[in-house]
C-alpha cells in the first residue's frame, strides 16, 4: 500500500506562484511513474503532468504546458509541482498520484494510489 499527501495549496492571485508537494510512503514506488493531476468543479479529473522513472521524462498537459515544472526529490520521496504564471482556470483541487507504468502516462486509468488532494484557488 501507498500514501500520498499533497500540501501547498492555497489562494494566489492570477500571475502569482504556488509549489505543491507529495509526500509518499509505504511501499516503494521507485519504479513508479507520478502524476498530478487536477479537478475544477463540476469538471472532470484531468491529467496536469506526469515524471516518468526512467530518465526523468516528462508529460504536460498543454494547458499548463511552459508555466508548470514536475520534480522529484528521491531523498525525500517528495513530487512536487511548481506552478507559475497561474491563471483562473487553474482554479481546482490537485492531486498527486503514482502509476503502475514506469512512463510518463496521462491516463488516469494507468494509475493506481492517489492522494486526497490539496485546493488551489486562482482569483483574477
Known amino acids: 500500500q501507498v500514501q500520498l499527501v499533497e500540501s501547498g495549496g492555497g489562494l494566489v492571485q492570477a500571475g502569482g506562484s504556488l509549489t505543491l508537494s507529495c509526500v509518499a510512503s509505504g511501499r516503494t514506488v521507485s519504479r513508479s511513474a507520478m502524476g498530478w493531476f487536477r479537478q475544477a468543479p463540476g469538471k472532470e479529473r484531468e491529467f496536469v503532468a506526469a515524471l516518468g522513472w526512467i530518465g526523468g521524462s516528462t508529460n504536460y498537459a498543454n494547458s499548463v504546458k511552459g508555466r508548470f515544472t514536475i520534480s522529484k526529490d528521491p531523498a525525500k520521496s517528495t513530487l512536487n509541482l511548481q506552478m507559475n504564471m497561474l491563471k483562473p482556470e487553474d482554479t481546482a483541487v490537485y492531486f498527486c498520484?503514482?502509476?503502475?507504468?514506469?512512463?510518463?502516462?496521462?491516463?488516469?486509468?494507468?494509475?493506481?494510489?492517489w492522494g486526497q488532494g490539496t485546493k488551489v484557488t486562482v482569483s483574477s
Open positions: 498520484a503514482t502509476s503502475r507504468s514506469w512512463s510518463p502516462t496521462p491516463s488516469a486509468a494507468l494509475y493506481d494510489y
